[in-house]
């Protein structure tokens, strides 16, 4: 079975741009994670799509948006984009979500200059 | 808000030694409790879970134990190798409660030295 991927893998934007990243999930997974992931700062939470329906929404600002589509396949778009959003975001995937594990996908590392 | 501290930050032991890290958690709600590993590079990956029903899972070299009361968790590696050596991450989630989220740790660097 294939794992979660994700497109591009490497992006380098310039401050005030926006940005759209692409997450496939597992094949039956519909259940969809976005996480930040930054030096000392851990995993964080963005949100979470099931059935192209955003059931739940980190602490972070309007400018983080996200969609699911029919074949649960997930984009996450940053608009605006700032310095502090350079990060590594992954996506992840689960079958039971909130009950079972989650299958990280490789991340797409974001540069913005 | 939902909350889920992890200490050591970073952590030394030498090959052959255990190692512990702990979790504490805020919402009393939380039924499932990974841990994942991250090596340099790479995605991260479960290692070992547990749900809020058992307070001990063991797998080889690996275990956790869950205290409800307490609201921690721990994750317990012995007779460490270099190929240990990684970033661990615990969460905690309340699956079934309509949440879906999981809530991490902020992460654990272990140093496993040969």
């Known amino acids: 079975k294939a794992g979660v991927t994700q497109t591009p893998r490497y992006l380098i934007k310039t401050r005030g741009q926006q940005v759209t990243l692409s997450c496939s999930p597992i094949?039956?997974?519909?259940?969809v994670s976005w996480y930040q992931q930054t030096p000392g700062q851990g995993l964080q939470f963005l949100f979470e799509y099931f059935s192209e329906t955003q059931r739940n929404k980190g602490n972070f600002p309007g400018r983080f948006s996200g969609r699911q589509f029919s074949n649960s396949r997930s984009e996450m778009n940053v608009s605006t984009l700032e310095l502090g959003d350079s990060a590594l975001y992954l996506c992840?995937?689960?079958?039971?979500?909130?009950?079972?594990?989650?299958?990280f996908g490789p991340g797409t590392r974001l540069t913005v200059t | 808000g939902e909350n889920v501290e992890q200490h050591p930050s970073t952590l030394s032991v030498q090959e052959g030694d255990s190692a512990v890290i702990k979790c504490t958690y805020s919402?009393?709600?939380?039924?499932?409790f990974p841990w994942y590993k991250q090596e340099l590079g790479k995605r991260p990956q479960l290692i070992i879970d547990i749900r809020s029903n058992v307070g001990e899972k063991k797998d080889q070299r690996i275990a956790v134990t869950l205290n409800k009361t307490a609201k921690h968790f721990s994750l317990h590696i012995t007779e460490t190798q270099p190929e240990d050596s990684a970033v661990y991450f615990c969460a905690a989630s309340k699956g079934g409660s309509g949440t879906y989220k999981y809530i991490f740790g902020t992460g654990t660097r272990l140093k496993v030295l040969a």
């Open positions: 919402d009393s709600a939380s039924n499932y």
């Open positions: 094949s039956g997974h519909r259940s």
């Open positions: 992840a995937s689960s079958l039971s979500p909130g009950l079972d594990e989650q299958y």
